[in-house]
């Protein structure tokens, strides 16, 4: 059996609209004129014919589409970064530059609520403004992790319930749950430093002149 | 139908009438110098199908020439009212309007999202109060970790000169 490695960030417009980019565009342009957000702005986007809300609703659309690129496992090392179960033992291994502990993590939730919003201008004068709610949570059970040197280095298991919610101007766009493995949506790369603010350790450093 | 006769050259540019079944049919006609008489007349909608009689008289009612004709049931054509006359001109009018009235809409909607994009923009505002929180299960088992410390032995090297 293989498994598959996903070449890109999973982000939150990918997770709710598609794996393809475009398409992903197209889908969130769909919902958008089917739930008539644009046409629900006043009376400058009502006198929009049919086809000019559809253009105005496929612009809002591409740039909304920008403001959910949101890489959703940044959002969870972010939180763990907080987290003291974490920064403890990150505090311990930066003590002791050789050790590292392995971390079994009690189950819990991430939960982030973001609202950016879109401005729409004609002729540079303020039109209207739509503001999109994003709504994400994470419920991770069985997570163990390795720190290092006062960083996450590494997720070795965890399973994670995925929920994102979309709405704009009050009206529910797109809903999506999913069960993802940890080490899958999250990427460490050389490693998430868990401490900030911590002054380097010393490092040993001897000048000898030359004879 | 089309009435022919030959009177006399004396009637020249003598009023004849024309009666159908009786009736006048039409304007008196005129005969011609050489005695001769050529006038066409439509017979009336409600005149009875069947055979009837044409008659020519002078004006003071003198019959000169009499002959059958036989007047033909009504075909749908020639009952035909002139709103349904005039079908197929405004089913060909609804015809050019069906083809022309999507090709218009096409080109007002091209226009529109001409317009748009030529004046309309949209502007990204990126979410300033993003708030994310942890909250560990109150009815999990709590976090607990290993500590890995490796205790590293150089070993003993020992070195003796000679054999």
Same mark, same amino acid.
């Given at each position: ?6 070449t890109?960030?999973?982000t939150?417009?990918?997770?709710l ?5 475009e ?5 969130l ?7 008539g ?25 591409a ?17 763990w970064g ?5 920064t403890?033992?990150?505090k311990?291994?930066f ?5 590292s ?9 991430? !939960?982030?609520?973001?609202h ?13 403004t ?11 059970k069985?997570?163990v ?6 960083r ?25 749950e999913?069960h993802?493995?940890?080490?899958? #949506? ?8 868990l401490l900030?603010?911590?002054?380097a350790?010393p490092?040993?450093l ?6 | 139908?089309h ?11 003598c009023?004849?009438?024309v ?6 049919l039409?304007?008196d006609a !005129?005969?011609g110098p ?18 009837? !009689? ?12 009499? !002959?059958?004709f036989e ?5 749908e054509a020639?009952v ?6 005039? #079908? ?15 090709a #218009? ?16 923009r949209?502007?990204p ?15 999990s088992?709590p976090?607990?970790?290993w ?5 590293g ?11």
């Open positions: 059996m293989t498994t598959a490695i996903p890109q960030p999973l939150a417009a990918l997770f609209f598609g794996d393809n980019q398409a992903s565009v197209d889908a342009a769909h919902t958008l004129h089917e739930h957000v644009v046409g629900s702005l006043g009376e400058g986007a009502k006198r929009l014919s049919g086809a000019g809300r559809k253009a105005a609703n496929d612009q809002v659309a740039v909304a589409h920008g403001l959910l690129d949101l890489d959703l496992g940044g959002l969870v090392i972010a939180a907080k987290w003291a179960d974490l403890g033992a990150a311990r291994t003590a002791t530059p050789d050790s502990e392995i971390v079994e993590l009690a189950v819990h939730t991430i !939960t982030s609520a973001h950016p919003s879109v401005e729409l201008l004609v002729n540079d004068v303020h039109l209207a739509v503001r999109f709610e994003l709504a994400v949570k994470f419920v991770i069985g997570l992790a390795t720190v290092q040197h006062g996450l280095v590494a997720v070795h298991a965890g399973d994670c319930d995925l929920t994102a919610a979309l709405a704009a101007e009050g009206r529910q766009l797109a809903k999506r999913a993802l493995q940890l080490p899958v #949506l999250v990427r460490l790369g050389s490693g998430l430093p900030h603010g911590v002054a350790p490092v040993s001897s000048v000898q002149p030359h004879e | 139908m009435i022919t006769a030959e009177i006399n050259r004396r009637f020249g540019t009023p004849i009438t009666l159908l079944d009786g009736s006048h039409g304007p !005129t005969v050489d005695g001769n008489l050529s006038v066409r007349r439509t017979v009336p909608n409600d005149a009875k199908p069947g055979i009837t !009689t044409v008659r020519l008289a002078t004006t003071s009612g003198r019959t000169l020439a009499t !002959t059958s007047v033909l049931p009504k075909t020639a035909a009212t002139p709103v349904g006359r005039g #079908l197929p001109w405004l089913l060909f009018i609804l015809l050019l309007l069906l083809l022309a009235v999507p #218009l809409l096409r080109e007002r909607a091209r226009r529109q999202r001409r317009w748009v994009r030529h004046h309309f949209a502007e505002h990126p979410s300033a109060e993003d708030v994310t929180s942890l909250d560990q299960d109150p009815e088992a976090s607990f970790s500590r890995l410390q490796p205790h032995d150089a070993g003993t090297q020992t070195l003796k000169e000679g054999n």
